[in-house]
């Protein structure tokens, strides 16, 4: 199966294509998952800011320079995008992102009508409603598209009661993503990262209203008098409630002595957090991907998340560790004072063996690679169907 993936948007300030590969590691990580679960060829078409050709773990890039911005608006198309496409001859086109619809529409028009066309989402449960123009358009572009895939089954209805997905389109679940992280050697990690106590909880996240910082500085002192020696450790990017969140810090006696504001880590420093803590804990009311949690969970910690779609999934309904009430401090502090009655080492391992199972890259790519063939196998069923004489 050749398999040809459509990347329309790009960072500007990405001048190189081969940063753009280093810093786009889910665009790499896909390819090349799909060569390692049996594709015959694999090649993606990335709009850029300049024309380039160059090969990587043996996926083709192809750079397409077709003057327009870095994130095109959903009424524009690339018309030589869409020529690189059919110049590969794919029998799958999988194109990143519901915010395109004219761009997908244009790919269709010059593929052959043996080849199957996808969309995947890398948004969350809210995004239809955010822009009324994609919505539209979206309804006008559906009827080209031969199946959606999504991180989770809300995802997928969401959008179909926004129209962007007719009644009975095809749908799949897929993660959009995996990590190549590992767990690295628990003592080496936590003097590296300076992080102690028992539960260690660790915070990876901006610290936004969506992600609700403060509800899980709530629930953690309201674990304390179960958890005596439980500390949290929070890394954050961006930093919009900083300001609230010291201020909560500063305003409790018991979280004063257990709370740490790290702020920036480098990337690939963070297997080290990871491996160092406990229990992972975000409070976040809803997540496209969770590619933080993801990462988590592939160095063995524990998930004390919300109970949100994307979550679910990615916990196995909260199999992994437990799931909590978005907004719900009280019920945040249960979720970490149940984590903490139980062995934590042998939990750790049982996330670490059920992420290499189910969402490792090897997992991702053979899931894909199963419902490209099942798209392939529908549309050529239906264009069989078409071409059959009527009966009278």
């Not at 960072?11 to 090349?32: H, I, K, N, Q, V």
């Not at 015959?40 to 043996?58: E, I, K, P, W």
């Not at 995008?81 to 619809?101: E, I, R």
Request: hydrophobic share 45%; net charge positive.
């Amino acid at each position: 199966m050749k398999v040809v993936q459509v990347n329309c948007v790009f960072d500007r300030r990405l001048t190189d294509p081969e940063a753009l590969l280093e810093r786009y590691t889910t665009l790499t990580g896909w390819s090349e998952a799909l060569l390692a679960a049996g594709a015959d060829h694999v090649a993606v078409v990335q709009r850029f800011s300049r024309g380039a050709r160059l090969t990587r773990n043996d996926v083709d890039y192809v750079f397409v320079d077709d003057g327009g911005p870095g994130r095109p608006p959903p009424w524009r198309w690339s018309t030589p995008a869409a020529h690189a496409v059919a110049t590969l001859t794919p029998d799958v086109v999988h194109v990143n992102g519901l915010d395109f619809p004219m761009q997908v529409r244009k790919v269709r028009s010059v593929l052959p009508c043996a080849s199957a066309l996808v969309v995947q989402s890398h948004a969350g449960g809210g995004m239809v409603g955010r822009a009324p123009a994609t919505r539209l358009l979206g309804r006008v572009a559906r009827s080209v598209v031969d199946a959606f895939l999504f991180a989770a089954g809300e995802h997928a209805d969401s959008a179909r009661r926004a129209g962007l997905i007719a009644p009975r389109q095809l749908t799949y679940i897929v993660m959009p993503a995996s990590t190549t992280f590992r767990p690295v050697s628990r003592g080496a990690a936590r003097e590296a990262s300076g992080i102690a106590g028992a539960p260690a909880v660790l915070w990876v996240g901006r610290l936004t209203a969506r992600k609700d910082p403060l509800t899980v500085l709530d629930g953690f002192e309201r674990s304390l008098p179960h958890l005596p020696e439980a500390t949290l450790t929070m890394i954050y990017g961006t930093d919009e409630l900083l300001p609230d969140v010291r201020r909560r810090i500063d305003a409790s006696i018991a979280l004063r002595g257990r709370v740490r504001l790290v702020g920036e880590v480098p990337h690939k420093r963070m297997p080290m957090y990871f491996s160092a803590a406990d229990v992972f804990v975000v409070g976040s009311h809803r997540e496209g991907s969770g590619y933080s949690l993801m990462e988590a969970c592939a160095c063995g910690l524990i998930p004390a998340v919300t109970d949100i779609p994307t979550f679910r999934l990615l916990t196995a309904d909260g199999e992994l560790g437990a799931l909590w009430r978005p907004g719900d401090a009280v019920d945040c502090g249960r979720a970490l004072i149940q984590l903490g009655a139980h062995d934590l080492a042998q939990r750790r391992a049982h996330v670490e063996h059920h992420f290499a199972r189910e969402l490792s890259w090897t997992a991702v790519g053979r899931r894909a690679l199963d419902i490209y063939a099942d798209v392939l196998k529908n549309r050529r069923q239906r264009m069989v169907r078409d071409t059959q004489p009527a009966r009278f």
